[in-house]
Every structure is written in C-alpha cells, then in structure tokens.
C-alpha cells in the first residue's frame, strides 16, 4: 500500500481542557490536510519519559519492543477513541458521529503499508494515520491533501522524539489559562486535584517554549484566547508556518467538513468564544484561584496571564 500523499505529519499538543479539541476541529476543514477524527492517542504500554507520573502513557509518543510483529505493533497504539468506537460504538461518546471505517480492513492497510518498509516508530506512524484515511470511506477528500494532523493532549513532552524521527513535522501547542483549563477539568468523571492539574500545566507551558526555542520552524505555540478573539489573525499566521493556504474554514468547528455549532463529544469546551473563557474561568473559588495563581506565577507571566486574577 502506498501513501495517499507523502507523508508529513501536524501534531496538536494542549494541556488537558486547553483548547486543543478546539484547534483541531478548526483545521478538520482544511482542504490540503487529513484531519484524524478523535484524539490519535499514539501512545503504548511501552511508551515512558521521564516525568511519566504526570501524563498518562496514551498521551505519549509511541514506543515499541525491538523484536516485534507488525500486526502486534497496530494492537500496540492505544488509540481508545477510535478503537472503542469501531469496535464497541454503543458504548462511545461518538455513538452519533458517522465514521465509516472497517476496522479489519484497516489493518489489513497498515500491515500491507509496512510490508516493503523497515520496521521503525516512524514508519508504525505513518502506517497508522496512512491506513486510516485509507479506510475511511465517508472521508470528505479534496484531492489537495498534503498533510496528516493528529491531536494527543501533552505531546509537546515528546517533542524531540518526534521531531528525531520526523524533522520535517510540526508540532502545535495550544495553550489556555490555567483557572479556565481547571475550572473545565473539574467537569470531568475523574479530574486532576488542582495541585497536580496546575504543576502539569506549568511543566507543559515550560517545555512548550523550550522547544520553540530549539526548533522554531518545528514547534508553534498558540494561546487560546488569542484563537477565539481573533481566529483570522492566528490562523493566517499559523497556515505561514506550517506552509499550507489559509481558508475561512479554519475560523470555525467542524466534523468532516461540516461547520460545528458546539465543539461535542470531543472535549469541554463546547463554545469556543471569549465570553465563555471568562465565565468559565469565574466558576472557581477565590481560594482555587489564588493557589493556581501562587503556583503558575512564573508561567502566568511568559503568557501574559497574570493580570487576570
């Protein structure tokens, strides 16, 4: 099986509840990328860093035994979003989605994608996002495709590892205020306590601009709130650095092409406007606000959050 364009790859990193569901829907109708359809959580059991207490290994870059089988290695990508809702859709929160992809036949793609290829992390990448669209029957092709963009939360940690085996990705880094971020984290069955929410907040946004600084033509930081008060400007400058056209689709949500008035299942954010932003922001305590703010002082500051409250 050969590619349905060279391979290069987009991956959007955001700390949890920071806008990177948001990012990724805005680019979903682009008509020179292949959008995945739910988080691509590349990560596998093997998957380790060195801060591996704070990110959970799905969110990680993917690792894998130096003695393996290609069929094994596809059973290896954690992928639970995609996996779960082809393989179980009544119990998916896309239960309503329309994703047309048997997943026999997706396999089937990747171990043929890697039959002539060598058996390396970057190729197990490329054979993962190239048999997806392969297999996607109701994908709504341009014929101008050029690019791959997958979303996993906190990817930014392993950005040296994909830019290792893929120097000519790009990595997208969204980053929100943290009292929003953690104030739509509480929403969630099982959210982080606010200490640990709002020190991997610290640690994400430091290595974030760490890596811009290494590799400025690689890595893109993007505040959020910058995203929803003026989506033109920031998409504009974005489609420059990652070489492809601007479009107006990239001013809102959409799933397969089709515009999103709210931003669900895929995360917590569901209206991505600036007045939401605050008023989600409003919904903690004084008391959270203040130990957020007296644990992210220094990066509160590189973002330009610290006048907030």
Known sequence: MNPIVPFKLFMISA???????????????????????????????????????????????????????????????????LKTKLRAPSRSKFTGIELAIDEAERKELFISYMR?????????????FTATFQSWKNYQRTG?????????????????KILADMPQAHIIHVVRNPYSGYA??????????????????????????????AYPHNVHLIRYEDLIANPQATMQKLSEQLGITYTDSMLYP????????????????HIPTPEVNIATMHELSAQEKAEIRSTSIVMLKQFGYDGLC
């Open 254 to 269: 959409s799933w397969n092409g089709a515009r999103m008035e709210r931003v669900h299942p895929w995360g917590t954010i």
């Open 144 to 160: 101008q495709e050029k690019a791959y963009v997958g979303y996993s939360p906190v990817i930014m940690l392993d950005a040296e």
């Open 15 to 81: 700390m949890y509840e920071n806008g990177g569901n948001a990012t990724h829907r805005m680019l979903d109708g682009h008509p020179e990328l292949f959008v995945y359809p739910f988080e691509s959580q590349l990560g596998t059991v093997l998957s380790a860093n060195f801060i591996q207490t704070l990110v959970p290994f799905r969110y990680c870059w993917p690792e894998f035994p130096l003695h393996g089988e290609v069929t094994q290695d596809y059973e290896l990508f954690f992928d639970e979003e």
């Open 116 to 128: 002539d290829k060598e058996r390396t992390r970057a190729h197990l990448v490329e054979a993962f």
């Open 184 to 213: 739509d984290t509480k929403k969630r069955p099982f959210p982080l306590a606010l200490k640990k929410y709002a020190w991997t907040w610290n640690i994400a946004q430091h290595m974030a601009l760490t890596y811009a600084q």
